[in-house]
């Protein structure tokens, strides 16, 4: 098993709006591949799905998307921990268009901190607002523009044990049961990226949505067949998406 590799974090302040009983502006404090962390004093339960709107630099919209409360950083503990009190969201459901485009852009901002590590959060985002590239939700690559009306489910595995409960409970059954306080149309194509714990790699299952009762939802795999579920077990063992199933990133 390779070691877990983290997404690095990038320290840039992007707007941000979450919303609880209303819209509520925040900054990031810094984002990665799979998330953010924002600055923030207020409540927020773990595990809560929250949704937000992220203005990501080049375009005139902000973009929508859910996720899951991850961590937080409470105001009384912050400065012992020498960071800003906050909250660690990690993203949960995002259509592949957006998804995308926010990978294109943490990797614009890594590039930059590798030629400017100096520089600081708001210069960072002034410096991609600027930059002389294809405005972000507009350089979609193929990949995505196929995929562009699936919605991505993000679901990352506690552990091992999880992945194996996975393949026994809900990959050989062909579905996969969630909750979604978000509206998404019944029988809309969705891709289900899970995360391994370890290494952080995706494996990528197609599928549809289907509502049941309240907020119930269930993904109805598109594939079930043997090979699928041995390539899964090499996943799980070894952390890697073996090269039949290597578009998890795309």
């Excluded at 990038?10 to 209303?22: C, G, I, K, N, Q």
């Excluded at 985002?125 to 193929?142: F, G, I, K």
């Excluded at 969705?190 to 049941?212: A, K």
């Amino acid at each position: 098993m390779k070691e877990r590799r983290r997404d690095p974090r990038v320290p840039v302040r992007l707007e941000v709006e979450v919303r609880r009983t209303r819209w509520e502006p925040h900054l990031t404090e810094d984002v990665s591949r799979r998330g953010i962390f924002i600055r923030s004093a207020g409540p927020c339960p773990i595990g809560q799905l929250m949704q937000l709107r992220i203005q990501m630099p080049r375009a005139s919209q902000p973009v929508e998307m859910m996720a899951r409360a991850a961590r937080r950083v409470h105001p009384d503990l912050a400065l012992t921990a020498g960071r800003m009190p906050g909250i660690g969201f990690q993203f949960y459901c995002v259509s592949s268009q957006v998804l995308s485009s926010w990978e294109q852009l943490v990797r614009e901002a890594v590039d930059y901190l590798e030629i400017r590590p100096d520089i600081n959060p708001f210069a960072l985002r002034r410096a991609l607002e600027q930059a002389n590239r294809p405005a972000s939700l507009e350089a979609v690559d193929d990949a995505a523009k196929r995929q562009e009306n699936r919605t991505n489910l993000l679901f990352r595995a506690s552990d091992l044990d999880r992945l194996e409960q996975f393949i026994q409970e809900e990959l050989a059954v062909g579905t996969f049961s969630l909750q979604l306080p978000y509206p998404i149309e019944d029988g809309s194509p969705v891709n289900l990226r899970v995360i391994h714990p370890r290494s952080e790699e995706e494996f990528l299952l197609f599928g549809h949505l289907h509502h049941q009762e309240r907020d119930g939802c269930q993904v109805r795999f598109s594939e079930r067949h043997a090979a699928l579920i041995q390539a899964f077990r090499r996943f799980v063992t070894s952390g890697e998406v073996p090269a039949a199933y290597g578009g998890s990133r795309g």
